[in-house]
T-cell receptor, first 113, second 109 residues
Framework: GAGVSQSPSNKVTEKGKDVELRCDPI?????LYWYRQRLGQGLEFLIY????????KSGLPSDRFSAERTGESVSTLTIQRTQQEDSAVYLC???????????FGQGTRLTVV | AQRVTQPEKLLSVFKGAPVELKCNYS??????LFWYVQYSRQRLQLLLR??SRESIKGFTADLNKGETSFHLKKPFAQEEDSAMYYC???????????FGKGTKLSVKP
């Protein structure tokens, strides 16, 4: 389909390892968001990309977290030296423009053991 | 501080009963508010937005700027309404969405 695609769907990693999560937004969508959803918690904003503007990184919890986006296409969220508290579902969403409906991916479930 | 508050983690009602999911926001600018829903094993999806003033699946929500609220209502709940509901604020000046912690609605037969 033409929805937001995230990979992998599940990732188990050892504490201290780096992980990279991928998001393929809907083609033509200029805005892209990353959120974290811990078990039993709401959606925690991580980072927002809008076109070629500087990303809003205000939600990144530590310098172990970083994200990149190439133009208006794929984005990768990287977590370095993973910790157990990083275990969560990481959700990506995209929208056509700023301030329009966001479409979500299925998420990547990250488990740090 | 900009935030969205959903005071109830869980709301349980019987089929046919009215339901109201509460949402309050804090935002100094002109807010744009949404309700998103996540059914079991499905993606998070938009339910409705305040600017559309529409009714979706029997749900309505009115923005009350005086009370800074955007409560979601349905007069007669159905079992298929059971899901997680998230209230979201679009911060126009920054363009990104922030979400409340969500309310799990359980509609019992």
């Amino acid at each position: 389909g033409a929805g937001v695609s995230q990979s992998p769907s599940n990732k188990v990693t050892e504490k201290g390892k780096d992980v990279e999560l991928r998001c393929d937004p809907i083609s033509g969508h200029t805005a892209l968001y990353w959120y974290r959803q811990r078990l039993g918690q709401g959606l925690e904003f991580l980072i927002y990309f809008q076109g070629n503007s500087a990303p809003d990184k205000s939600g990144l919890p530590s310098d172990r977290f970083s994200a990149e986006r190439t133009g208006e296409s794929v984005s990768t969220l990287t977590i370095q030296r993973t910790q157990q508290e990083d275990s969560a579902v990481y959700l990506c969403a995209s929208s056509l423009y700023q301030n329009t409906e966001a479409f979500f991916g299925q998420g990547t479930r990250l488990t740090v053991v | 501080a900009q935030r969205v508050t959903q005071p109830e983690k869980l709301l349980s009602v019987f089929k046919g009963a009215p339901v109201e999911l509460k949402c309050n926001y804090s935002y100094s600018g002109s807010p744009e508010l949404f309700w998103y829903v996540q059914y079991s094993r499905q993606r998070l999806q938009l339910l409705l937005r305040h600017i559309s003033r529409e009714s979706i699946k029997g749900f309505t929500a009115d923005l009350n700027k005086g009370e800074t609220s955007f409560h979601l209502k349905k007069p007669f709940a159905q079992e298929e309404d059971s899901a997680m509901y998230y209230c979201a604020l679009n911060r126009r000046s920054q363009g990104n969405l922030i979400f409340g912690k969500g309310t799990k609605l359980s509609v019992k037969p």
